[in-house]
């Protein structure tokens, strides 16, 4: 599975549960900070991860084949010395 499958995958999850977090937690206190918080934060830190995932994605063919794809095959034709 390639990286950026794995933080998509992260990042949609990440921003299920903080979803579910902010939504469904409100008259539950904690003593330090509250579950509503928590869940803003991993829906923050959700959207950023599958932000990240959509640019490894765009750029992942790019990246992996190495310099020498990046040049048109059918280029000039090498030259005898």
Do not use: C, N
């Amino acid at each position: 599975m390639s990286s950026a499958r794995k933080y998509g995958i992260s990042g949609i999850g990440m921003i299920i549960v903080g979803a579910l977090l902010w939504q469904f937690t409100g008259d539950i206190e904690t003593p330090v900070i509250t579950l509503q918080k928590v869940g803003r934060i991993l829906v923050v830190v959700g959207a950023i991860e599958l932000v990240y995932a959509i640019y490894l994605g765009m750029r992942g063919e790019k990246a992996h084949a190495g310099p020498e794809a990046t040049t048109d095959a059918s280029g000039p034709p090498p030259t005898d010395r």
